[in-house]
């Protein structure tokens, strides 16, 4: 069984910062990859950013230089801090983690960039 829980959503305005955490239940964090994939109202679930058991990591175009995911094994903790955060960025934000065939969701953070 696994479970993730996300957790620092909020209201910010334009320009601002938030950092977004990640808590999985789970035996093994470490090997497994982790991503952040958001949703805006009327449209679909995209991918934001992943990152490999080992560090590696991929951005969508719309928010690399701006966002950075990370991960915390030790922890079992991934996050996405995200940076000069705009308008378009406002979505539900969820964290995935991939298992073997199997993918895994939490039930979302709600991120609101707005003045």
């Known amino acids: 069984q696994v479970q993730l829980l996300e957790s620092g959503g909020g209201l910010v305005q334009p320009g601002g910062s938030l950092r977004l955490s990640c808590a999985a239940s789970?035996?093994?964090?470490?090997?497994?990859?982790m991503g952040w994939y958001r949703q805006a109202p009327g449209r679909q679930r995209e991918l934001v950013a992943s990152?490999?058991?080992?560090?590696?990591?991929n951005y969508a175009d719309s928010v690399k230089g701006r966002f950075t995911i990370s991960r915390e094994n030790a922890k079992k903790m991934a996050y996405l801090q995200m940076n000069s955060l705009k308008p378009e960025d406002t979505a539900v934000y969820f964290c995935?983690?991939?298992?073997?065939?199997?993918?895994?969701w939490g039930q979302g953070t709600q991120v609101t960039v707005s003045s």
């Open positions: 990152i490999t058991g080992s560090g590696s990591v």
């Open positions: 995935k983690m991939s298992r073997g065939t199997s993918d895994y």
């Open positions: 789970v035996t093994i964090f470490s090997i497994h990859p």
